[in-house]
């Protein structure tokens, strides 16, 4: 594995006849979705020895739908140029080596189907579509020609490269021309013979025919005399071959001089594994081919399978060939082949290149006819990497093409050692995990609710859980067995099973021994260990600590909960990201700092990153579970949802991020840093893996169906695009396919697409309510439409017969299929014309009887003629004989006046009569005469007829004929879509549960609540699963208050409440809290107080903060710390140090009088009622619960002030309850926390409101409790003194009358400056700048004269030369560097392991020498250091020293955080040096001391040499 960036590329394009193409000097190009990825080949392609000599070396980014056609300029000196062509209509010529568009041209008006630059022409570029419209297009004059030979669709064309005019164009239907395009595109010859599409076109590269012996009478099935015009013989036309490939299993070889075809070879049908192919069976075919320029007499073709073949010419009677790779089983492709490229490398190498419905781009030794290579792609998105915990080096990939990826990317041989595992997969795979210690063992889930085992070492088929999700599988996670697995005894279950989240919300447990068996729901255990009452939480993600005993569960709602084995105990809910969980990943646990393994980071819908350490409440182990609100450290900068977190494993608190907005960051997450960005990918990333080998690799993967290796140390950009680029990284991904309906689908096809989309099927799709619709198109239809034009899988057999006319097809259906409506609507529309105007007329309704009406009206003959009739069937005693019977029959009119039976068929007539003309309801009243209603009301439904009026007669047929008519009318309603009415009537028949069930399936929750609120028993469940139903898709759709009311309807005002906060606006958490404390739900009530508060805090909203946390009594603590925040923003918003200003003050932060801490008490009085010890003990309780991180220098400011202002309410109650040293350490926590975040400004405020006298008084209250406190309180003291000697050091340079003017202005130079424990680093700059002030620019009287308060203060610096912490310090900064050497030393190591590949491998002690390098960096320019190699023994033996040292000194000195020593030591002797005489001797000499004691770490050695020497 080396040291270099690779790329896993989408699949080239299926279906067409030139869409990749090569130059010498080993370029190679492919078309992939709407892009073309270029391919070095050969030695220049700088691959690592002994691996395959290719490379991905880049990407031509500019059309906007699939690319159809890619060809080089084939003339020396312009190798770089190529030419593309598109779905979107336009022809690009690009040069490869700025990857730049040079010009376009979009003469074609219909879709581009073949595209050639001509080997003749410099300039030319010749294309065709599929309407037979042919361009010349000429790149240096920009002028084009138009050719029109033939109405039919173009498959594919081909210049000649011998004459600069001619033309090889083959059709859909099998036709061959070739044009003359200096002659108006004059046809020359017409060939025919083939009966399906031209595959494919190649000139003999010998012109003449000699090379072939092929005779004159040969082949007799061929016309003799030439198609086509008979022309004179010129020498033009005279002297070539041509070979053309066609669907129709044959290549034929066509002589231009006769204009005929002068051998026929059959495609043979090869036996392949898995038996015969049988030959009445028409195989999927794709026949390209390849005449090589230096064996004339061989050419090269596909074949049925992916086999190729070399055919040989020369002896035309005997159909020879050879198969390509016939020695080496698996090779060959799998799937039919599409192009063949030649290409000769720079060390005259003779290469084929395939691009294949396999997925692999493959090179072939034209010498041996052996596969070199294989480049394998992806042809969906990447879902989903896995590294094997097991297999180092192992990376599974999760593709949206159906299959799983496996790349061992630790080959030496082979960069991309890809294995392909399709059987059993069927679907994408969505979600991936290995088994953490069963070599091969890999678990993968699908879109479809699949979940399954590999064993990726055999070729079996996958076993499969026979319990489905029903939605896409988003996560799986192997952990500890959990009841009811783990209730076996040892022997019977495993030792880890299997954990799968999927769309729908829901967590199973899969026993991987008994796949077959039932999965278990782990709700259920949640509920009952933890006697849960309300609806548990939708959950989208799942996470096993390492150490397999605590679960981590993320859910819809963006809540995080922690669960503990062996029950599933809940511990603690995390409420942060308020939007769904995507990912959570646990730190791993082998770092040098054990206790990271507590720190889990998780992303959301949300663009930030939040890092918990659970380190307390895990060890803790809570009765009841705890809420935590506060992360442990942020990481904003992403600006939009994050898929995919991974921790390195080489680092300690090292992450990496992959989110929607196109890019990876990696994070130092203990300093809240941004490191490196990476931009290469063109899409949304979906997931991200860092190399468990390699600590500068990581892999990434994304929706542009790639994979990326990349480099950390590679990156220029260190933090995600904000603004403007990230908009241009938005275009970039916009220049993706944009899926056009009416391209290549027919209309029919594209709803069930939709409908899955919508059903959640994808990482991206899943899961907000407004559906994931991106540029129009949701993700999963995205992907579908741009795997479906160029790689049409589904509907391979369609788009293979007929790829490029189906367009023309669908608008045709879709056209008469509305002239046809329209027909009908108009015949149904008519007879309501007439009917008025016959009513006008006639002044009658429609007659019942109109054919025995119109009888009545005929010739009097005729007339006269029935009575006859009549009277003989009347009185004729006898039978009637047949021949009156037949003259009744036929006079069916008479039937009114004869005996029933005949009245019966002329009702019959007249019956049949109406329904033919369009009126079922005069056919229903004959019936209804005849007295047959149960027929009537059965033919009827029969024909979708039944009406309100006929189901209100029923009744008179019986009670059941009734029944059975309102239901069926019921069912003919909902046929029509009137689901309302349909319920109506089955309630007239008491069918109240059908009635209801009825309106919930169709959506018409409001209308079935009604019902069953009138009709049902309040305590009927049905009414509360209508409630919780409705609830649960309002909350999905955003409609949350709605939703709340259904959750307050069905008694769950839990959910009520949860539901209301989920916008997180304070105005939804105000309502949310006032819910949650009139249900009673208090806990909850408090923390969505607390949330509002904390958001009306972000708008400066002091007033309505108040408000919120008004509303809970347990929230009075949370009270005080606001309103101390509150009045101190307006101390720092008078004295200009706030830059955002706020209005919404409350009344009593106006007055400024007096000292701080007085001012707040008397506030507290006065509005909050605190008077007694008492109420200062309860409030004080109350907030020592509260536990906040440290602080960094990225903490936000108003973060930072909340956390400063928690700890100095805490100091000012125990001063109050005189608790004096609780004051001092929460005084001492808010000082440290504005010193670690670097907020000097801030720092020296809390100084002067709360210690303005300076630390006597505390000292003098603290009296006998001084041994107890002496440390913090000596810490306090000391950064008091260190803010004032900064002041006074500052004010030398400065001549400025007020030292918080010197505060403010130095604040800006240094904020960024002052960080935690590392101050040191920075303080030589601030020496420097100290320094660099030439002498007499001083104010001379600062020279002269030194206030007594200046004197004073530099007297009590002293204090700050602690002997102990500077020695404890130390040894803390040689830990530090001496991890970070043997961090570097390890990383070094492995590099040099990886690389061992070449032959003389790195020296045995090279990773130590880099170390040794890496310590006496460029800074130290000090002689001992680089003459001092370090082995790592030597390390080890400072460590082990360190750390004795360190653990050597007392708890209370290492518990409370102290002034850089040496920092203040240097800084006395700036001010000695700025300002002779100020500074004592005898202090002088104590710092030089402690310099040159402590100062030997290479931080501060260039200094003390400075001052020292």
Not at 13 to 25: I, K, L
Not at 568 to 581: E, G, P, R, S
Not at 1055 to 1063: G, I, R, T
């Amino acid at each position: 594995m080396g040291q270099d960036p690779r790329t896993l590329p989408p699949s080239p394009n299926w279906y067409c006849a030139r869409c990749s193409d090569a130059v010498p000097g080993g370029l190679f190009g492919f078309a992939a979705r709407t892009s073309v990825f270029l391919v070095r080949v050969g030695p220049s392609a700088g691959a690592i020895p002994g691996t395959p000599p290719f490379r991905v070396i880049g990407e031509l980014v500019g059309h906007t739908e699939r690319v159809s056609g890619f060809t080089f300029s084939h003339h020396p000196g312009q190798y770089n140029l190529c030419a593309t062509s598109s779905d979107d209509g336009t022809v690009k010529i690009w040069d490869v080596e700025t990857k730049a568009v040079v010009t376009e041209h979009a003469l074609h008006q219909h879709t581009i189907s073949a595209l050639h630059w001509s080997p003749q022409v410099k300039d030319l570029i010749v294309s065709g579509d599929e309407k037979g419209v042919v361009f010349c297009y000429w790149l240096n004059r920009n002028d084009s020609q138009h050719h029109f030979i033939e109405p039919r669709t173009i498959f594919c064309l081909t210049c000649s490269p011998h004459h600069e005019d001619l033309v090889a164009i083959g059709y859909k239907d099998g036709i061959v021309v070739i044009i003359d395009i200096s002659k108006k595109g004059e046809v020359i010859h017409r060939l025919r013979g083939h009966d399906d599409e031209i595959h494919s076109i190649a000139w003999c590269p010998l012109p003449g025919e000699d090379c072939l012996s092929i005779n004159q009478e040969e082949n007799s099935e061929e016309p003799e005399i030439p198609n086509g015009k008979v022309i004179e013989q010129t020498p033009v036309t005279k002297g070539c071959y041509l070979a053309t490939g066609s669907k129709d299993q044959t290549i034929r070889i066509w002589s231009c001089s006769r204009g005929r075809g002068v051998m026929i070879l059959k495609l043979p049908f090869l036996k392949r594994r898995g038996g015969g192919i049988d030959p009445t069976v028409k195989e999927r075919l794709w026949l390209t081919l390849h005449w090589p320029k230096d064996q004339p007499t061989q050419l090269v073709s596909s074949c049925f399978g992916g086999e190729l073949l070399l055919w040989d010419l020369t002896q035309s009677w005997r159909r020879k060939y050879t198969l390509f790779s016939a020695s080496s089983e698996g090779q060959n492709h799998s799937r039919i082949v599409f192009n063949l490229c030649p290409l000769q490398t720079e060390d005259d190498k003779q290469l084929l290149l395939s691009t294949s419905m396999d997925r692999d781009v493959k090179c072939w030794d034209m010498a041996t006819l052996e596969c070199c290579w294989t480049l394998p792609s992806l042809g969906g998105f990447a879902y989903k990497l896995a590294f094997s915990p097991v297999d180092m080096g192992c990376l599974a990939i999760g593709v949206g093409d159906g299959m799983i990826r496996v790349w061992n990317t630790l080959s030496i041989k082979n960069n991309y050692d890809v294995k392909n595992f399709w059987q059993g997969v069927k679907s994408k795979v969505t979600a991936l995990c290995w088994h953490p210690a069963k070599e091969g063992c890999l678990a993968f889930g699908t879109d479809d609710g699949k979940v399954g085992l590999y064993d990726t070492y055999s070729n079996k088929p996958p076993q499969i859980s026979s319990t489905y999700h029903k939605k896409t599988v988003y996560t799986l996670a192997w952990g500890p067995p959990l009841p009811p697995i783990s209730l076996g005894g040892e022997g019977d279950r495993p030792s880890l099973t299997l954990y799968s989240c999927g769309g729908e919300g829901i967590v199973l447990q899969h026993n991987p021994w008994k796949l077959g068996g039932e999965a278990y729901d782990i709700n259920k255990l949640i509920r009952d260990t933890n006697s849960i009452k309300y609806k548990l939480p939708v959950h989208t993600e799942i996470s096993w600590k390492a150490d397999g005993k605590i679960m981590a569960l993320g859910n819809e709602d963006g809540s995080i909960e922690i669960f503990q084995v062996p029950n599933l105990k809940l511990i603690c809910t995390i409420q942060q990201h308020h939007k769904l969980v995507n990912t959570i990943s646990w730190h791993h646990e082998h770092g040098s700092q054990p206790e990271l393994s507590y720190l889990m980071a998780s992303g959301s819908n949300n663009a930030v990153i939040y890092v918990h350490n659970l380190k307390t409440v895990i060890e803790s182990n809570p009765e009841t579970p705890v809420t935590i609100t506060e992360p442990y450290r942020t990481l904003s900068g992403h600006t939009a949802k994050i898929t995919s977190v991974a921790w390195s494993p080489h680092h300690d608190g090292r992450l990496v991020s992959a989110s929607y907005d196109g890019t990876a960051q990696v994070w130092d997450t203990l300093r809240e840093e941004p490191l490196c960005n990476f931009r290469g990918h063109r899409g949304r990333l979906l997931c991200v893996a860092w190399s468990p080998l390699d600590p500068d690799c990581i892999y990434s993967g994304a929706d542009d169906f790639c994979v990326y290796k990349w480099l950390t140390s590679m990156q220029e950009h260190s933090r995600p695009p904000q603004g403007k680029k990230s908009i241009e990284l938005e275009k970039k991904r916009l220049s993706q396919p944009k899926p056009k309906p009416k391209k290549k689908k027919k209309p029919t096809s594209r709803a069930p697409v939709k409908q899955e989309v919508y059903d959640g099927n994808e990482d991206e799709s899943i899961r907000e309510s407004s559906g994931p619709v991106e540029n129009g198109v949701s993700d999963q239809e995205g992907e579908e439409e741009a795997r479906e034009p160029e790689f049409p899988s589904g509907v391979a057999s369609v788009a293979s017969r007929e790829p490029v006319t189906c367009t023309p097809v669908s608008l045709g259906f879709e056209k008469s299929k509305v002239t046809v409506n329209n027909k009908v609507t108009l015949l149904k529309k008519e007879p309501p014309k007439e009917k008025p105007e016959s009513l006008t007329k006639k002044r009658k309704a429609r007659s019942m009887l109109p054919l025995t009406t119109s009888l009545d009206h005929r010739s009097k003959e005729e007339l006269h003629q029935d009575c006859l009739v009549l009277a003989t069937a009347k009185h004729s005693k006898a039978e009637l004989n047949k021949e009156v019977s037949a003259d009744l029959e036929e006079r069916f009119h008479l039937g009114l006046f004869t005996d029933r039976g005949a009245l019966y068929r002329m009702i019959e007539v007249e019956g049949k009569g109406h329904l033919e003309n369009g009126h079922p309801e005069l056919f229903h009243q004959l019936m209804l005469w005849k007295g047959d209603l149960k027929g009537v009301l059965q033919t009827a439904a029969e024909r979708g007829e039944l009406t309100d009026s006929l189901v209100a007669m029923a009744p008179v047929a019986g009670y059941h004929v009734w029944l059975w008519a309102v239901e069926a009318f019921a069912k003919q309603l909902c046929f029509q879509d009137q689901y309302v009415k349909a319920a109506s009537h089955l309630l007239s028949i008491h069918k109240v549960y059908e009635a209801v069930e009825l309106l919930k399936s169709n959506h018409f929750y409001r209308e079935a609540i009604a019902v069953a609120k009138a009709r049902l028993r309040p305590e009927d469940p049905i009414l509360k699963d209508l409630y919780l139903t409705w609830g649960a898709i309002l909350e999905k759709d955003g409609h949350y208050a709605v939703a709340a009311k259904c959750y307050l309807g069905a008694a769950c005002a839990y959910d009520a409440a949860k539901v209301l906060s989920k916008k997180g606006d304070a105005a939804s958490l105000k309502t949310a809290a006032e819910l949650a404390s009139i249900v009673g739900e208090n806990e909850l009530s408090s923390s969505l107080a607390l949330r509002c508060a904390q958001e009306l805090l972000l708008a400066r909203n002091w007033v309505g903060a108040q408000e919120a946390l008004k509303l809970h009594e347990s929230l009075k603590g949370q009270r005080l710390v606001f309103c101390l925040l509150e009045l101190l923003s307006r101390h720092l918003e008078e004295r200009q140090l706030l830059e955002a200003k706020s209005s919404s003050y409350n009344t009593w932060a106006t007055g400024t009088a007096g000292p701080f801490v007085e001012r707040v008490t008397a506030v507290w009085k006065s509005t909050f009622s605190l008077e007694s010890p008492e109420q200062y003990q309860a409030a004080l309780q109350q907030l020592q619960s509260i536990k906040y991180p440290s602080a960094t220098n990225n903490t936000p400011s108003k973060q930072l002030l909340l956390h400063i202002c928690h700890d100095l309410t805490l100091a000012v109650l125990s001063q109050q309850v005189a608790s004096w040293d609780a004051a001092v350490e929460a005084l001492l926590r808010a000082v440290v926390r504005s010193y670690d975040s670097g907020n000097f400004t801030i720092m020296q405020e809390v100084h002067s409101a709360f210690l303005p006298e300076g630390c006597d008084h505390l000292k003098h209250k603290l009296g006998e409790l001084q041994s107890l406190i002496t440390p913090a309180f000596k810490s306090l003291e000391a950064f008091f003194i260190y803010g004032h000697l900064y002041e006074f050091w500052w004010s030398l340079s400065r001549h400025c009358p007020k030292s918080s003017v010197w505060v403010r202005a130095s604040h800006r130079r240094t904020a960024s400056v002052e960080q935690s424990q590392q101050i040191n680093n920075a303080t030589p700059e601030e020496m420097d700048s100290g320094d660099s002030q030439p002498e007499p620019n001083r104010p001379p009287e600062l020279d002269v004269r030194l206030t007594e308060e200046s004197k004073q203060m530099l007297i009590t610096c002293k204090e700050l030369f602690s002997e102990k912490h500077a020695s404890l310090q130390n040894s803390q900064r040689t830990v530090a560097e001496v991890q970070e050497t043997l961090a570097e030393m390890i990383r070094q190591h492995q590099k040099s392991q990886v690389c061992k590949s070449t032959t003389n491998g790195p020296d045995k002690n090279e990773s130590e020498q880099a170390a040794e390098q890496s310590l006496s960096s460029p800074q130290n320019e000090c002689k001992e250091e680089k003459n001092q190699p370090l082995s790592l023994p030597e390390l080890t033996k400072r460590l082990t020293e360190a750390n004795e040292k360190i653990a050597k000194f007392p708890e209370s000195v290492k518990i409370w955080p102290f002034p850089d020593v040496l920092e203040c030591c240097l800084i006395l002797l700036h001010i000695g040096s700025q300002c002779p005489g100020s500074v004592t001797q005898d202090m002088q000499q104590q710092a030089q001391e402690l310099l040159q004691k402590y100062g030997n770490t290479k931080v501060y050695k260039r200094y003390c040499e400075t001052f020292c020497t």
